[in-house]
């Protein structure tokens, strides 16, 4: 149920049968050689619009510009993390005066996590307990180790959409081998500044994406993430760690 294409007397039949919003939030930023820098975008307002499909809730225009400075010098279109979540709280404010009573904010990029897990917190002071506020990243509903542009990204990538290079595709920091230790130090040089930690801008090797492991991707994510969101009240989803 897509709310730019209804009309407001829909909307409002639609929101009392179902109050329910989702809106996402993605990125604009580079994805290595071969993927385009609407991908964090493209990917979760695909899976928002999926999950919109199956459940009729209504379905916000996704934001789609996000925290993304550590890209830099890469191609990045960045906004604070205080712009983002005020922005994001003024829209979630909108709706609940318009009797929406549960907003799944849904995120599409790691850079965004901090400026989005205090909203529920900040909101509730504002509007007391009642609203109904869930913050989800997508990668925390499947069992793979997410990445960036690299298998995951890529596959899922090339299931929803035709400006895939894969000629161009080129493997990045690999965790193979790797300690945990290792990992964790290479994390952090990631959150400031991705180019140092990966030199090409891919975390993980897309090479080997394929549409079906995509489809398979996605048809996880969808169906954990309807199945979080109907239980009638709020538990942590099984968590796989992303580590950048």
Known sequence: MIARNLSNSHIVRKIRKKPVAI??????????????VSTDSDIVSFIAERVSEKTGFLLLPSIEYGVSFEHHPFFNLSIKSGTLQKYVIDICI??????????????????????????????????????????????????????????VETSIMRAISKQVEMNKAKKGLVEDGLSKKEIHRLSKIASKSFITATGNGVWGDPTRATARDGRKILDEIITAIIRESNLPYRRKPKITPMKF
């Open 23 to 36: 809106i996402p939030v993605g990125s604009t930023e580079q994805h290595g050689p071969h993927l385009p």
């Open 94 to 151: 909108s709706l609940l005066k318009n009797k929406i009573k549960t907003i799944i904010i849904l995120n599409g990029h790691h850079g965004n996590q901090k400026a989005l897990k205090d909203i529920p917190t900040k909101i509730a002071r504002m509007q007391g307990p009642r609203p109904r506020i869930l913050i989800y990243s997508y990668w925390n509903f499947m069992k793979r180790r997410f990445d960036h542009a690299g298998f």
